[in-house]
């Protein structure tokens, strides 16, 4: 686990307290829905990063306290609107200009105020997909298949999602989980991921994403037992990036896993429509 300056990149040390007030801020505005303690925990992390760096000069190359102000920018941003599904042109401009701000703006402040490429979005990465890539493809929609309408409707959470019973919402509610889907992808992986593994070990870095992904997801509508399916889904998420360098291929997996969320919820709000498809009938 060796840095781009040559430097060890440790599981655990001093640093990883911001790293992890920060990250702890996720659950704070998503979970809890308490602003002001996601306020206090980012302030305490950026804080507590500032004086470790002060102290100790070697820790200033990258900057702890650069990368996770940037950590911090984009909860902050996504934290200004509520995060409730809601598919009304209203809703889906609040969806597009924070998330996307959300993304593009702490890519601005490192690129051209921090003076670095922290952030990138590496689309093709390694290349072209090997068998066991395509094989993972056809595994997420088949595990998709069997857990997703098991899960949303017996523990009830489709209900989190608006009634999709005319063409006009069942075509916003594609659009809107896979431009959510892609986000997910860019923020928590390409800009929360990255920035943490230029301190950390891969599995630290890993950790303290999931904290901020399943947070996110929790408000969005993946609750009761959700989180037993997004833990994973965000640690392998970022693995399978590791593993292949192309955003192109996660973010495929997670259109896949998110096509079949959009049939279980067109499934569970249209009773008799797309029963020939799922197990699971609908309520």
């Not at 509508?221 to 833990?231: H, K, Q, V």
């Not at 970022?238 to 049939?263: E, M, N």
Request: proline share 6%; glycine share 8%; charged share 15%.
């Amino acid at each position: 686990m060796v840095r781009a300056d040559g430097g060890t990149r440790p599981v655990l040390d001093v640093r990883v307290v911001p790293a992890l007030l920060v990250c702890l801020a996720a659950p704070a505005f998503f979970v809890l829905l308490t602003p002001w303690l996601g306020w206090l925990l980012l302030g305490a992390g950026l804080a507590v990063a500032l004086i470790i760096e002060r102290r100790d000069a070697a820790a200033s190359d990258p900057s702890i306290t650069r990368d996770l102000s940037l950590i911090a920018i984009g909860l902050l941003i996504v934290s200004v609107i509520p995060l409730k599904a809601e598919l009304d042109d209203a809703a889906m401009i609040r969806f597009t200009l924070a998330l996307g701000g959300a993304v593009l703006v702490p890519y601005l402040v490192s690129r051209f105020i921090y003076r670095d490429h922290a952030i990138r979005f590496p689309w093709r990465g390694g290349g072209r997909w090997t068998a066991w890539q395509w094989v993972w493809l056809v595994a997420v929609l088949v595990l998709g298949w069997l857990l997703l309408p098991f899960y949303f409707i017996t523990s009830g959470v489709y209900e989190n999602w608006p009634v999709v019973d005319t063409p006009d919402l069942i075509a916003r509610l594609f659009v809107g989980v896979g431009a959510v889907g892609i986000w997910d992808e860019l923020f928590f992986i390409c800009t929360c991921f990255a920035l943490l593994r230029r301190h950390f070990a891969d599995a630290t870095a890993n950790v303290l994403q999931a904290i901020v992904f399943v947070s996110f997801l929790w408000e969005l509508g993946y609750r009761a037992w959700g989180p037993a399916l997004t833990i994973p889904f965000a640690l392998l998420q970022a693995i399978i990036f590791l593993r292949t360098k192309s955003l192109a291929y996660v973010v495929t997996v997670h259109l896949l896993f998110d096509a079949v969320v959009f049939g279980v919820l067109v499934h569970a709000h249209n009773p008799g429509l797309l029963d020939a498809i799922f197990l699971v009938p609908a309520p």
